[in-house]
C-alpha cells in the first residue's frame, strides 16, 4: 500500500468535489425504463392479443385466397400443356427427348414415361433423317423460331407428316430446344388431292385445246371446199 502524502490530502479533496460537479445528474434506471406490456391492465392486454389473432387470421386468409389462385393457375396450365392440340416437347443439345405431354406421346405412339431420354431421331423417317440432323444444329445455334416438316414414325411403323416449331432456350446454361409438334397428315393428303386436280385439270385444259386447233382446221378446209 503506498503512503500518501498528509499534504496531498487538501488537492485529493478538491480534485474529487471537482470530479462529481463536472458530472451530469443521471436519472434512475427505473425512470429511464420505457413502460412495457407488463405496466398494462390485463384488459388492455386481452383486446390488443384479440387484435392480433384477427390481423393473423386476415393475413391467413389472403394467404390462402393466393395458394388457391395460384393452384387454379397450375392447374389451368397442365390442361393446357397436357391437352393442347399440337405435341410440346423439349429436347436437350443432343436430341433426346427430356419432356414431352400428353398429345406429343400420343403423336408418337408411346406412353410417356417410355419416351424420356429417348432419342427423337429414332422416330424420323430415313429419308428425312439428313434433313433433322441439319435442322437440329441450326436451331440450336439460333434464337429465332426455326422450322421443318419432316415424316415421323409411329412405334407401329405407321408413318405421318408433321410440322416441327423450335425454338432454343437455355436451362442452367446449356441449350435446350422446344418442339411444337403438329400432325399435318390431312393438310398434306388435301395438297396432294388438289395437285392431283390441277394436273387433271392441266390435262383436260391441253386436250381442250388441241380439240379447238382441229376444229379450227377442219372448219378452215370445210370452208375452202
Request: hydrophobic share 35%.
Amino acid at each position: 500500500m503506498t503512503n500518501q502524502d498528509p499534504d496531498d490530502a487538501p488537492r485529493l479533496v478538491k480534485a474529487e468535489s471537482a470530479t462529481t460537479a463536472q458530472a451530469p445528474c443521471r436519472p434512475s434506471l427505473s425512470a429511464s425504463l420505457p413502460k412495457t406490456k407488463a405496466a398494462l391492465s390485463p384488459a388492455h392486454l386481452l383486446h390488443e392479443l384479440r387484435v392480433h389473432q384477427a390481423e393473423l387470421e386476415i393475413q391467413n386468409e389472403e394467404l390462402r385466397r393466393a395458394q388457391l389462385a395460384l393452384e387454379e393457375s397450375r392447374d389451368r396450365y397442365v390442361d393446357l400443356y397436357e391437352f393442347a392440340p399440337v405435341g410440346y416437347l423439349t429436347l436437350s443439345s443432343v436430341g433426346t427427348i427430356t419432356e414431352i405431354n400428353l398429345t406429343g406421346a400420343t403423336l408418337l405412339g408411346i406412353e410417356r414415361s417410355k419416351l424420356i431420354s429417348r432419342r427423337f431421331t429414332t422416330f424420323v423417317a430415313t429419308a428425312d433423317q439428313d434433313r433433322w440432323h441439319r435442322h437440329l444444329i441450326h436451331a440450336l445455334h439460333h434464337h429465332d423460331k426455326q422450322e421443318c416438316e419432316l415424316i415421323l414414325s409411329h412405334d407401329d411403323g405407321s408413318q405421318f407428316s408433321a410440322h416441327l416449331h423450335c425454338l432454343r432456350q437455355e436451362r442452367d446454361g446449356v441449350p435446350v430446344l422446344r418442339v411444337a409438334l403438329a400432325d399435318i397428315s390431312i393438310r398434306k393428303q388435301a395438297e396432294a388431292e388438289l395437285a392431283r386436280t390441277r394436273e387433271i385439270l392441266q390435262r383436260t385444259n391441253d386436250r381442250l385445246l388441241i380439240s379447238n386447233r382441229d376444229l379450227e382446221q377442219f372448219a378452215y378446209v370445210a370452208s375452202q371446199d
